[in-house]
């Protein structure tokens, strides 16, 4: 079974709106971590926010905000006024437990249109 | 720049040859890994290397052999390759914070690996 779903393959988005990717997770852990990634076209895979399941408040970083359901196993990840340079595929990614290991979705790929 | 540095960008090899991907990362930490990214498939995970010792080696084929001889570095050595293992392979590197968990990777722009 998938550690991580992400059941949008691709989204277009017109600049400026908020944009919500879906990431669903399967855990038994009570310590885990969720992670969001951002691969532009150019290959390098970025940072954009993390969650750790025993934070309370949802994480934000700048127009990143992730917005966790503990019940529903949810993580998603909210763009709030898009831009051009958003258009990527996004990973969402999570550890369990003070595992090494950090299993990731097969991704989303968004484009921001003009 | 992200501080963790991949060698070489692309790769084109015959399956019968032996070549080397290397990792170096100047962020000071102190756990680094080899990810598999395919087409259509989720990043694999295939080793992570924890204060230079191997923890994890995800059920990988022994046609890939990694080797990190200090915390700055790693290396993944290809030998007998398939057409099937092209892909792009990111290296990463964290720093382990136990009690946090917030390890968070820091990736290289990976090497895309050809295998003819």
């Known amino acids: 079974a998938q550690k991580i779903t992400q059941t949008q393959p691709g989204m277009f988005v017109q600049e400026k709106e908020a944009v919500t990717l879906d990431c669903t997770y399967d855990t038994s852990d009570q310590s885990y971590g969720l992670f969001w990634y951002k691969q532009p076209s150019s290959g390098e895979m970025i940072f954009l926010i993390y969650q750790g399941s025993y934070d309370e408040q949802n994480a934000t970083e700048g127009r990143y905000s992730l917005n966790f359901q503990k019940a529903r196993k949810s993580a998603n990840l909210v763009i709030s006024a898009s831009q051009l340079g958003d258009s990527a595929m996004y990973f969402c990614?999570?550890?369990?437990?003070?595992?090494?290991?950090?299993?990731f979705g097969k991704g989303t790929r968004l484009h921001i249109l003009p | 720049e992200t501080g963790v540095t991949q060698t070489p960008r692309h790769l084109v090899m015959g399956m019968t040859n032996k070549k080397s991907l290397k990792c170096e990362q100047h962020?000071?930490?102190?756990?680094m890994y080899w990810y598999k990214q395919s087409a259509k498939k989720p990043l694999e995970l295939m080793f992570v290397?924890?204060?230079?010792?191997?923890?994890e080696n995800n059920s990988v084929p022994s046609r890939f052999s990694p080797e990190c001889p200090n915390s700055s570095h790693l290396f993944l050595h290809l030998h007998t390759l398939q057409p099937e293992d092209s892909a792009l392979y990111l290296c990463?590197?964290?720093?382990?914070?136990?009690?946090?968990?917030?390890?968070?990777?820091?990736f290289g722009a990976g090497s895309r690996l050809t295998v003819l």
């Open positions: 962020l000071g930490h102190n756990a």
């Open positions: 990463a590197s964290s720093q382990e914070y136990p009690d946090s968990g917030a390890n968070v990777l820091t």
């Open positions: 290397y924890s204060l230079e010792e191997r923890v």
């Open positions: 990614a999570m550890r369990e437990g003070l595992d090494d290991k950090i299993i």
